[in-house]
């Protein structure tokens, strides 16, 4: 069983907007910090904006002002609103977050959804 599962990516025109969201499982006891993170072909991958459980939120400077990160922590969910959309924001976008269940706490990546931005 997954225990982070992303939908919402897409094929998108420059300057357009997408959102992103990911649900963790039903069976988590905790969740701390929560982010996004992407990877482009051939490069690696890289933050894109996190969220702890107290909605402090960090990005990475090629994304301010364009990308917004909320979660639902009655949910277990985080999004990204991601708006003005680039070529260069063009990868598989990754969610993750530090989840306790009975084995503890661990780090975990969900698949991976694409995102292209065609120019």
């Known amino acids: 069983q997954a225990q982070l599962v992303e939908s919402g990516g897409g094929l998108v025109q420059a300057g357009g907007s997408l959102r992103l969201s990911c649900a963790a499982s039903?069976?988590?006891?905790?969740?701390?910090?929560m982010g996004w993170y992407r990877q482009a072909p051939g490069k690696q991958r890289e933050l894109v904006a996190t969220i702890t459980k107290g909605m402090r939120t960090n990005y990475a400077d090629s994304v301010k002002g364009r990308f917004t990160i909320s979660r639902d922590n009655a949910k277990n969910t985080v999004d990204l609103q991601m708006n003005s959309l680039k070529p260069e924001d063009t990868a598989v976008y990754y969610c993750?977050?530090?989840?306790?269940?009975?084995?503890?706490?661990?780090?975990?990546w969900g698949q991976g959804t694409q995102i292209t931005v065609s120019s």
């Open positions: 039903s069976r988590v006891f905790d969740i701390n910090a």
């Open positions: 993750n977050a530090a989840m306790f269940f009975t084995a503890g706490w661990r780090d975990y």
